[in-house]
């Protein structure tokens, strides 16, 4: 088992810009060498730990990013920094998105809220040749369409894949549709048998996506998800982030479904 990275290393902020209320995009100068879907711990003095999902291009020499919603007192106190400002980060950590799988399928990557974070970096990377690709379906949603992080990134995309954006609740502007992220699945042309999904989101929200796509013939075994949310240390110490027989910062946090789902209620 390889040694884990446990030094902190810091960062200076480059540009912060806030991308929906209380929901902050920093870039970091620097070259952070992770894979779409992998974690870090970002540190502040006195304040402790979080995690967070690098969401830039993973190949990007000159800087990362990183986006924070402040919903915490630790989150809270990061999100109070400003360009100039340096943050502690240790990482990566973790096995991302098995992008390995991806060449002759049909992806389809769902993020619920926040969910969009840990998808963003994979986005990039399939779309930097700047080509259309119907192939890749990406199905965003989100409690309101003020709360729609990478909103105007979602709204260009759809000239290059094809995208469902959904709001509980929306105003006349949201150039998505109004109602929940399941909506769409019950309608998306896409062929089951070659398709490989990505879900990232609020737990709660996977069991309704999974079984909208389990009736339109997508099997467990072609589904992976993110559990980054139930972490806390990064480095299976504290156990908070137990799931049945796993680690979600040791053997995650991308799960294949019919792996993780057993074990959720243990």
């Known amino acids: 088992m390889p040694m884990l990275n446990l030094s902190y290393k810091e960062y200076r902020i480059l540009d912060k810009e806030e991308i929906a209320p209380e929901s902050f995009l920093f870039r970091l100068e620097g070259h952070l060498d992770f894979k779409p879907g992998q974690f870090i711990e970002a540190a502040l003095d006195h304040f402790g730990t979080i995690t967070l ?3 830039s291009h ?3 020499i000159d800087f990362f990013e ?3 919603r402040a919903n915490g007192n630790r ?7 400003l360009v100039g400002d340096s943050l502690k980060i240790r990482g990566p950590y973790g096995n991302g998105w098995p992008i390995d799988q991806i060449k002759n399928r049909e992806l389809i990557l769902v993020g619920g809220g926040m969910g969009m974070v840990p998808i963003r970096s994979l986005l990039h990377d399939l779309t930097i040749k700047r080509s259309k690709n119907k192939k890749i379906h990406l199905i965003a949603g989100a409690k309101t369409s003020h709360h729609f992080v990478f909103y105007d990134e979602i709204e260009k995309l759809q000239d290059l894949i094809d995208v469902e954006a959904y709001a509980e609740r929306s105003d006349r502007h949201f150039f998505g549709k109004k109602g929940l992220i399941t909506e769409p699945i019950r309608t998306l042309e896409f062929n089951a048998k070659k ?12 069991q309704y996506v999974i079984s909208e796509l389990n009736k339109r013939g997508v099997l467990d075994d072609q589904i992976y998800v993110s559990m980054e949310r139930r972490m806390e240390c990064g480095i299976g110490v504290c156990q908070h982030c137990n799931c049945g027989k796993h680690l979600v910062c040791k053997d995650g946090p991308v799960f294949r479904w019919d792996h993780i789902q057993p074990e959720l209620n243990k």
Do not use: D, Q, R, T
């Open 66 to 68: 990183l986006c924070i």
């Open 75 to 81: 989150s809270a106190a990061i999100s109070n920094l």
């Open 53 to 55: 999902a690098p969401c």
């Open 195 to 206: 398709a490989l999904v990505f879900i990232c989101g609020p737990e709660i929200m996977y």
């Open 58 to 60: 993973h190949k990007n």
